[in-house]
């Protein structure tokens, strides 16, 4: 798994990766509300709105940490948007996308660089 | 994701209330007020109605032969639902109102009284000009004032609200690039601690939105605006003074570097009454900015109207601006419509008619009776009460940015609950026990856990303390108490209420017990 600055994961299996924000996103943002997913077949860009998260108070947008074609949006957060603070890196998942460049998923911080990013802020 | 947007919690903490409890759950003569639906019954009236002596109906089968559902009530249970429920509300009539103008600043009664004289009170939009001449002149004078104290040469009097305003702005901005042959423009450039109502209109308008960096000190971050402008360009939005109750130093440069790529400079002007009498907008170089009436002149706002936002309008966009407008000659007043020549350049109307007589009656009798030393001194006061309250409380809650005075507003983050237990949220429902309604939370989103206070210029001295004194009792008992906090409030008609469920599964209808 690695992660980005913007505090969003990625898992990669074979050349799909699930995106998703992490815990300590998750617990910064509060009780999530409302989570908006990608239209499967949608091409991102690395660094663009991917997804949009709603606690109570604020509307966040998700930024892709790589660039690809969308395959697939976990719509179950539409009816359990809680999944996002019960589950953050595991099933609140949000979406999978079929990578462009491996090398961009390289490129990205581990768990022990992240770690050590969020002992800085 | 960013995570400037610090989300609140929202679920209540379970506190083993040591508090006194009722048999049946009353809180004294807080009554917890069941839905009128609720108490009502069908076999209940507090009239009575002769029967109805009819001996046939043309409805034929369709006649109703059940109860309609409707509540019955005598008068009396009448009377007491709607008085109790008017107590539930939290008025600036009844404490000070620490979120300020945002939502409510006192409404001088006189305003009221002469909003209610027969003559403003019941004209109907379309009565013959030559019967509302003293309206017309009411406008007239109102929009003189508007454009006196903003030293702008034009005035859009009718959008009906600050949102509405600024839609009105970036229309007409729209409209002079595209008279420039400018329609390429695509982008707005929005701080990032802007009213989320800036991005939000011009995305409406069909604008691309890219956010400005703040710096360290709380305000436009010139070298990243610089970067982000463009031929590209279409307008910047800024508040002054900005959401984190500051003004920008910088404004001045703001409008050359703006102007310098053709593009306009629209001004946030929800907090012109930190500032009206003392700076005039016109001379920093902004193109258009609305003025929410009810936050700088003292109209009602609660409830989301009636309101005015009237639209202040340079020498550029001028020509653009929408109708009506009142205009006088020889035959007296008259309003210049959309469908003469006269407002061709427009980009049309706003609403049906002129805008908000009532507002505009109340804000111009704010005007008269302040007179323009009056305001002036609003506007000093209002920073003055702010400062006072950011003096005395940043010894004991952190200053988002403590160097240096504040505007009208005091901005206050939540380093110093850091390691307590206790969250924002948890330290403003305390504050409703103590018998304050709280202040902004969490916004602006540029600032952690903020708090951001707005006293209004019509607080004395003496209830200025006695809100800090609040505060900073609240502040003092943080350690070793934190149950007062997150079980808070204990003594409002309802407790903790848990947000987070309103907002995933609302319910937004009453239905009978099946």
């Known amino acids: 798994m690695r992660f980005t600055k913007d505090h969003e994961w990625v898992a990669l299996d074979g050349d799909v990766a699930t995106i998703g924000i992490t815990a300590y996103a998750a617990e910064q943002l509060g009780d999530v509300v409302f989570v908006e997913t990608p239209e499967p077949g949608k091409t991102v860009k690395a660094g663009e709105g991917l997804a949009v998260v709603e606690s109570v108070k604020a509307a966040s947008d998700v930024y892709a940490p790589v660039s690809g074609e969308v395959i697939e949006a976990n719509e179950a957060l539409s009816g359990a948007p809680e999944t996002v603070n019960d589950q953050p890196e595991g099933a609140g998942w949000f979406a999978r996308v079929r990578l462009a460049d491996k090398a961009q998923y390289e490129s990205l911080m581990d768990r022990a660089a992240y770690d050590a990013f969020l002992e800085t802020l | ?514």
């Open chain 2, 1 to 514: 994701m960013s995570l400037n947007n610090v989300g609140r919690p929202t679920r209540p903490t379970p506190a083993a209330s040591t508090a006194h409890t009722s048999l049946t759950g009353a809180r004294g003569l807080l009554q917890d007020e069941a839905l009128i639906f609720e108490m009502g019954g069908w076999d209940k009236t507090g009239v009575d109605l002769a029967p109805a002596d009819l001996d046939a109906s043309d409805l034929g089968d369709l006649v109703r032969t059940a109860p309609i559902g409707l509540p019955g009530l005598s008068e009396p249970e009448t009377v007491r639902h709607y008085v109790r429920l008017s107590q539930k509300n939290h008025a600036i009539d009844l404490a000070l109102y620490p979120l300020g103008s945002c939502t409510m600043k006192h409404n001088p009664r006189l305003n009221e009284k002469l909003a209610r004289l027969p003559g403003f009170a019941d004209l109907h939009p379309m009565s013959p000009v030559s019967t509302v001449q003293g309206a017309l002149a009411l406008m007239d004078r109102l929009a003189h004032w508007l454009k006196t104290m903003t030293a702008m040469p034009a005035v859009a009097l009718s959008p009906k609200a600050g949102a509405h305003g600024e839609l009105c702005g970036l229309l007409t901005i729209k409209a002079a690039h595209e008279a420039k042959g400018q329609s390429h423009r695509r982008i707005v450039l929005v701080p990032t601690s802007a009213h989320g109502t800036n991005p939000a209109t011009a995305a409406f308008v069909g604008y691309d939105v890219a956010e400005i960096a703040q710096t360290e000190d709380g305000r436009v971050d010139l070298a990243d605006l610089e970067a982000k402008l463009s031929t590209d360009v279409a307008a910047i939005m800024v508040t002054n003074p900005n959401t984190c109750g500051l003004f920008e130093r910088d404004i001045i440069e703001i409008a050359r570097l703006t102007h310098a790529v053709g593009a306009y400079f629209y001004c946030d002007g929800a907090n012109f009454n930190a500032i009206v009498g003392r700076v005039r907008p016109g001379d920093l170089g902004v193109d258009a900015m609305h003025i929410n009436l009810h936050k700088t002149f003292s109209t009602p706002h609660g409830g989301g109207g009636p309101g005015a936002g009237p639209v202040v309008l340079s020498e550029a966009l001028a020509p653009f601006a929408p109708a009506p407008w009142v205009v006088s000659d020889s035959k007296g007043f008259r309003l210049v419509e959309d469908t003469v020549d006269e407002a061709s350049a427009g980009f049309g109307r706003m609403v049906a008619f002129h805008g908000q007589m009532g507002m505009f009656v109340r804000a111009y009798a704010y005007m008269l009776s302040h007179g323009a030393d009056g305001l002036r001194q609003v506007a000093e006061d209002a920073v003055l009460n702010a400062n006072y309250v950011k003096a005395r409380l940043s010894g004991a809650m952190s200053a988002a940015f403590p160097d240096g005075p504040c505007m009208h507003e005091a901005l206050f983050d939540d380093h110093w609950l850091e390691g307590s237990g206790i969250t924002t949220l948890d330290f403003a429902k305390a504050m409703i026990d103590e018998g304050f309604h709280p202040m902004t939370m969490y916004f602006p989103l540029v600032v952690h856990g903020a708090m951001l206070i707005e006293p209004t210029e019509t607080e004395s001295l003496q209830e200025l303390d006695r809100f800090c004194d609040a505060l900073l009792a609240l502040a003092a008992a943080r350690a070793g108490d934190v149950e007062r906090f997150t079980g808070a409030p204990y003594l409002a008609p309802l407790k903790r209420l848990d947000e987070t469920l309103a907002a995933r599964k609302p319910k937004l209808r009453w239905l009978a017990e099946a």
